[in-house]
């Protein structure tokens, strides 16, 4: 297996050094040359496999030769050891043909964990083998930042640094980032939006001098590994309802377009997925994109489900990429007009395959709240409001398949919010009962790509 930029100009790698690479050369972002199809057959025998086999038989035909067989097993196995709940990413029923994925059940409450901790042992191994020092930068809206944290906390020949919108995320996030004591990690608070946050860690992996000087790795959803790792846990919901036999659709609370578009290549792979329904908050600039045709950023507004606060949605690239019949240039085109100020236009064809398999809608806050006290009263399930968004929307898709919506954070990691939505605090997980006790360590810095670049340089090989 290769993979190609969706610029079409960056080197063809294998899977190990596109993991390593994280964003190409090109300002593109990496995708396997084909998704290589599973047969009703294979599919079929996932039934009754562990989480951590399933993800290996899943995601063994991505790794190439990068790994045996046995270490990747291995290394699954690893990632996935701290999880709480044994079947790893449970299923539970909500409404008659409408299901919850709980994914949630990580070290620290959210779907990320899913591909963080997998990458977290996979640079683990690579570094082992290639020796050298390497220092991670990522973006976050909230969630990305503690997962990569506890990830390569003490990792040997790592360094991380974490961007989040200052004041932007929950409290629970940002101490979930700024706790840990380890000397390899730091937390930036940025002065700006998760945009801007993003905008800066792609300009540091364009500055191609600074990139290899301090030997830059992303581990953003940009990352293909993340993506990867997160394809997964579609196949094991829709398995364990029947697939490959009956068909399922997902709904996914979207912000940066990588879960869902995971969704999109288990459904490539041969998933039986009939809809896969995007849930925006009331940054819905997916859901104007797909309603429209006209992607059109107008500034992000912050909400109750602060990881999904993105005007600027990194993996829709991806998609965009298949939705011109992978042209490099095509999509090289309507990036530069976007990074121009204006967005862009999608093609009547290109939005023809995107409909395909994409469905939308959004929610407003009402709504997420309302949709939290609601099914608190009805069902006594407490959602967090990312899942809330993704509830609200997919009751407007449920038909005779099944729906199985993605719960991608536990609710008490937006406590603020759940209160004010059904009068009670949920409690933390007794391994993160001292968070708020913990002492904090950030460095706050401006919007300034020169600013952020000198910080890391000084404080990195730690
Ligand atoms: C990151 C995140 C999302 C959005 O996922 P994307 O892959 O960025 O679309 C939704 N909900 C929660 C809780 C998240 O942490």
Same mark, same amino acid.
């Given at each position: 297996m290769q993979y190609i930029s969706t610029r079409g100009a960056a080197p063809v790698l294998e899977f190990e050094a596109t993991m390593r690479a994280g964003?190409?050369? &090109?300002g593109g972002l990496y995708v396997p040359d084909h998704f290589p199809p599973l047969t009703q057959v294979e599919i079929a025998s996932l /039934?009754?496999?562990s989480y951590e086999d399933q993800a290996a038989a899943i995601m063994r035909p991505f790794i190439g030769d990068s790994f045996t067989d046995d270490a990747f097993r291995a290394l699954i196995g690893r990632a996935y /050891?701290?999880?709480?709940? $044994?079947?790893?990413a449970p299923l539970k029923q909500l409404a008659a043909n409408h299901f919850l994925l709980e994914l949630f059940h990580g070290p620290t409450l959210a779907f990320k964990d899913f591909a963080m901790q997998l990458i977290g042992q996979l640079f683990e191994a690579s570094l082992a083998r290639s020796g050298g020092r390497v220092t991670i930068v990522g973006a976050t809206s909230g969630d990305t930042g503690s997962a990569a944290i506890e990830a390569f906390r003490?990792?040997? !020949?790592v360094d991380v640094f974490i961007l989040y919108p200052h004041g932007r995320v929950s409290e629970v996030q940002r101490r979930q980032m700024t706790? $840990? &004591? &380890?000397?390899n990690v730091h937390a930036l608070a940025i002065d700006g939006d998760f945009d801007t946050c993003q905008a800066l860690v792609k300009d540091m992996f364009n500055d191609l001098a600074f990139r290899d000087a301090v030997g830059l790795a992303g581990v953003n959803s940009i990352n293909w590994a993340r993506v990867l790792a997160q394809v997964v846990y579609f196949f094991s919901a829709a398995v364990s309802l029947g697939a490959p036999h009956r068909p399922v659709s997902f709904t996914v609370p979207t912000g940066n377009f990588g879960d869902i578009f995971a969704g999109y290549v288990a459904r490539a792979m041969g998933? $039986?997925?009939?809809r896969l329904v995007i849930a925006t908050n009331h940054n819905d600039i997916l859901h104007r994109a797909l309603s429209s045709g006209a992607y059109l950023p107008d500034g992000v507004k912050p909400s109750?489900?602060?990881?999904? &606060?993105?005007?600027?949605?990194? !993996?829709?690239e991806r998609a965009l990429f298949d939705a011109h019949g992978r042209d490099g240039r095509a999509v090289a085109q309507l990036m530069a007009e976007l990074k121009g100020g204006g967005g862009f236009h999608i093609s009547q064809g290109a939005l023809e395959f995107l409909r395909e398999a994409f469905v939308s809608g959004r929610a407003s806050e009402d709504e997420t709240r309302a949709t939290i006290a609601r099914i608190f009263q009805e069902t006594g399930e407490v959602l967090c409001p990312h899942t809330a968004v993704g509830v609200h929307v997919a009751e407007g898709f449920v038909s005779a398949t099944p729906m199985i919506t993605l719960?991608?954070?536990?609710p008490a990691k937006f406590p603020d919010a759940v209160e004010a939505a059904i009068g009670a605090r949920p409690g933390l997980p007794a391994h993160m009962a001292d968070l708020f006790e913990r002492p904090e360590r950030v460095a706050r810095l401006p919007n300034d790509l020169g600013a952020v670049q000198a910080h890391i340089r000084a404080a990195g090989a730690a």
């Amino acid at each position: 297996m290769q993979y190609i930029s969706t610029r079409g100009a960056a080197p063809v790698l294998e899977f190990e050094a596109t993991m390593r690479a994280g964003l190409a050369r &090109d300002g593109g972002l990496y995708v396997p040359d084909h998704f290589p199809p599973l047969t009703q057959v294979e599919i079929a025998s996932l /039934a009754g496999l562990s989480y951590e086999d399933q993800a290996a038989a899943i995601m063994r035909p991505f790794i190439g030769d990068s790994f045996t067989d046995d270490a990747f097993r291995a290394l699954i196995g690893r990632a996935y /050891a701290a999880f709480s709940h $044994p079947a790893r990413a449970p299923l539970k029923q909500l409404a008659a043909n409408h299901f919850l994925l709980e994914l949630f059940h990580g070290p620290t409450l959210a779907f990320k964990d899913f591909a963080m901790q997998l990458i977290g042992q996979l640079f683990e191994a690579s570094l082992a083998r290639s020796g050298g020092r390497v220092t991670i930068v990522g973006a976050t809206s909230g969630d990305t930042g503690s997962a990569a944290i506890e990830a390569f906390r003490g990792v040997a !020949n790592v360094d991380v640094f974490i961007l989040y919108p200052h004041g932007r995320v929950s409290e629970v996030q940002r101490r979930q980032m700024t706790t $840990p &004591d &380890d000397s390899n990690v730091h937390a930036l608070a940025i002065d700006g939006d998760f945009d801007t946050c993003q905008a800066l860690v792609k300009d540091m992996f364009n500055d191609l001098a600074f990139r290899d000087a301090v030997g830059l790795a992303g581990v953003n959803s940009i990352n293909w590994a993340r993506v990867l790792a997160q394809v997964v846990y579609f196949f094991s919901a829709a398995v364990s309802l029947g697939a490959p036999h009956r068909p399922v659709s997902f709904t996914v609370p979207t912000g940066n377009f990588g879960d869902i578009f995971a969704g999109y290549v288990a459904r490539a792979m041969g998933l $039986p997925i009939e809809r896969l329904v995007i849930a925006t908050n009331h940054n819905d600039i997916l859901h104007r994109a797909l309603s429209s045709g006209a992607y059109l950023p107008d500034g992000v507004k912050p909400s109750i489900s602060p990881s999904m &606060d993105i005007q600027v949605s990194s !993996n829709f690239e991806r998609a965009l990429f298949d939705a011109h019949g992978r042209d490099g240039r095509a999509v090289a085109q309507l990036m530069a007009e976007l990074k121009g100020g204006g967005g862009f236009h999608i093609s009547q064809g290109a939005l023809e395959f995107l409909r395909e398999a994409f469905v939308s809608g959004r929610a407003s806050e009402d709504e997420t709240r309302a949709t939290i006290a609601r099914i608190f009263q009805e069902t006594g399930e407490v959602l967090c409001p990312h899942t809330a968004v993704g509830v609200h929307v997919a009751e407007g898709f449920v038909s005779a398949t099944p729906m199985i919506t993605l719960a991608t954070a536990h609710p008490a990691k937006f406590p603020d919010a759940v209160e004010a939505a059904i009068g009670a605090r949920p409690g933390l997980p007794a391994h993160m009962a001292d968070l708020f006790e913990r002492p904090e360590r950030v460095a706050r810095l401006p919007n300034d790509l020169g600013a952020v670049q000198a910080h890391i340089r000084a404080a990195g090989a730690a």
